[in-house]
């Protein structure tokens, strides 16, 4: 799956403490200062606020404003509650979003955008009625409307009315055919109809018209869901259209992505060799493929290329250091990866892979403090509890600060029944075998798995578990799946997230014998 820690936050914050917008905010405080009723400045600092993801401050700044803005203030009052109602959206808060864009419609009921967003809040909450009324009230006062027919469509999908949801969405595409927006809407509505290969094509036209960046991420989103029907799409547009790079590109890092590296590196050659793209991603990401295929000496000359391509060569240098560390080069492996920390000070990934290669070189206490500041900076990644947990109890023998660690991790408020979680982790290492056994059984009964990697998973908790059978059964059909990931299947011991205790005897070597041809 693709996916990755978020930095939201932390980038935020950065970017409050540019020096302009200090600069400027210093001036906000300063004006509120001398006048704390001035409703005006409180606007434009929630403004600020809101830019950089600071909602409560927002928040709080727009509920001043409201609060001081005069009644005959039409204009502003308007303006206060549309940011008010977006930054509910943002805290997904429907409910309350939706009373702030129902006063902004009452304030200017011509407000194209504050119906709309009315209409969306009615939509979220399942007022489908109301919401069937405003996107209505959209098309008639304009009929060439996108965001009313895909609204009116997602509605018919909810009524069950099939025929019609895909008439709305194909009159919007036939007014605005050179719009990619258009086709990211459809593409939604047809993930609704069930119809995902509709729906990557539709987003590969999105890409095709303009490199759009919602349609690359939606077609990120289809492949966690959906991976064959993504890879079908994406190899008839390369059948059709061979000499476009782009859609081998895009093959490539979904194959990645997905463990499918046999597949990826295949379009990573094709584009260099037909010199259809030539630039250092291309080269790293062939290494990082070539790693999990264990093809360690191939890994580390792309790698290296990579680096020499690009000044900005941060993530090559992680690639680098867990090339190293593979090989046992400790040493080659601490320069590289400090060297990356250094030109990515707030890369998650190259402070974990310090903090392994740490546990690799027996400095446990260092390793432990790294991994509970990446707990600090972001408590809700269940990864981060695994490393921690893992030093403490094989590296610091401290099984019982280990334990409390893996409550706290039991406790984080996410979905426990997605995979993703790896709640069933926390439940095994803080003793509870039979309540960790019953969430992989869920898990794997709610969620679709169509790579392989959720099967990887729940075989790496069997395995943990002493469940030999079961992990051995899990892994087959991971490898069935295409999961080829083979540091993870054979070298892989990090965070008791594996399957090392698989590798005794010959069984693992006869099934990934059995399966070679995935690796090729």
């Given at each position: ?44 600092r ?9 909602y409560?401050?927002a ?16 204009d ?17 808060k ?50 060439r ?24 969405m194909?009159d ?30 539709d ?37 059709q ?84 560390r ?11 990866i ?18 392994r ?38 590296g ?8 409390n ?5 039991a406790?984080?408020e ?9 709640h ?97």
């Amino acid at each position: 799956m693709i996916a990755g820690v978020c930095l939201g936050s932390a980038n935020a914050q950065e970017g409050l403490n540019d020096p302009m917008t200090k600069a400027m905010m210093d001036v906000y405080n300063q004006e509120l200062a001398q006048n704390p009723q001035s409703y005006e400045i409180y606007f434009r600092r929630a403004n600020e606020y809101y830019k950089f993801n600071q909602y409560l401050r927002a928040l709080s700044d727009i509920d001043n404003a409201l609060k001081y803005t005069p009644a005959n203030d039409s204009d502003m009052l308007f303006q206060c509650h549309m940011l008010k109602g977006d930054i509910y959206l943002m805290l997904d808060k429907q409910t309350e979003a939706l009373k702030e864009f129902t006063e902004a419609t009452r304030l200017d009921p011509t407000s194209f955008m504050a119906l709309y967003q009315k209409a969306n809040c009615e939509y979220e909450t399942g007022d489908y009625a109301q919401a069937k009324i405003d996107y209505n009230r959209l098309r008639s006062n304009n009929g060439r409307s996108a965001e009313a027919l895909t609204g009116l469509a997602r509605i018919a999908v909810k009524e069950h009315n099939l025929g019609l949801a895909s008439e709305y969405m194909d009159d919007a595409v036939a007014m605005m055919p050179a719009d990619s927006d258009i086709y990211v809407r459809r593409s939604s509505v047809r993930r609704m109809l069930g119809n995902n290969t509709g729906a990557v094509d539709d987003l590969l036209m999105a890409i095709s018209i303009n490199n759009s960046p919602k349609a690359f991420q939606q077609l990120i989103e289809v492949s966690n869901e959906d991976y064959p029907a993504v890879i079908t799409a994406l190899s008839n547009a390369v059948h059709q259209a061979p000499e476009q790079g782009m859609f081998y590109y895009i093959r490539a890092v979904i194959a990645q992505a997905h463990d499918h590296f046999p597949s990826a590196i295949a379009d990573y050659n094709k584009i260099i060799d037909e010199n259809m793209y030539n630039y250092a991603g291309i080269y790293g990401s062939l290494a990082e493929c070539q790693y999990a295929l264990c093809n360690f000496s191939e890994a580390l000359e792309n790698v290296n290329k990579a680096i020499g391509m690009s000044r900005d060569n941060g993530e090559y240098l992680v690639t680098l250091a867990k090339i190293c560390r593979a090989q046992q080069r400790y040493d080659d492996a601490m320069r590289a990866i400090d060297s990356a920390i250094e030109k990515l000070p707030s890369s998650a990934e190259a402070k974990a892979e310090k903090g392994r290669l740490l546990f690799s070189t027996g400095r446990y206490d260092e390793a432990s403090t790294l991994f509970g500041e990446l707990i600090m900076d972001a408590p809700d990644v269940p990864m981060n509890y695994l490393l921690r947990g893992w030093v403490m109890t094989d590296g610091q023998k401290k099984s019982a600060d280990a334990l409390n660690l893996y409550r706290r991790m039991a406790s984080i408020e996410t979905d426990t029944n997605s995979v993703q979680s790896l709640h069933g982790f926390a439940l095994l290492f803080s003793g509870k075998k039979e309540e960790a056994l019953k969430w992989a059984e869920s898990a794997l009964n709610n969620e679709k798995d169509s790579d392989g990697r959720k099967h990887y998973i729940v075989a790496c908790l069997y395995a943990q578990a002493g469940e030999t059978d079961r992990a051995f059964d899990c892994l087959e059909t991971a490898l069935n799946k295409g999961y080829a990931n083979r540091y993870n299947l054979t070298v892989n011991d990090d965070a008791r997230m594996n399957v090392a205790p698989l590798r005794e005897g010959s069984r693992l070597t006869t099934l990934l014998a059995n399966y070679s041809y995935i690796f090729e």
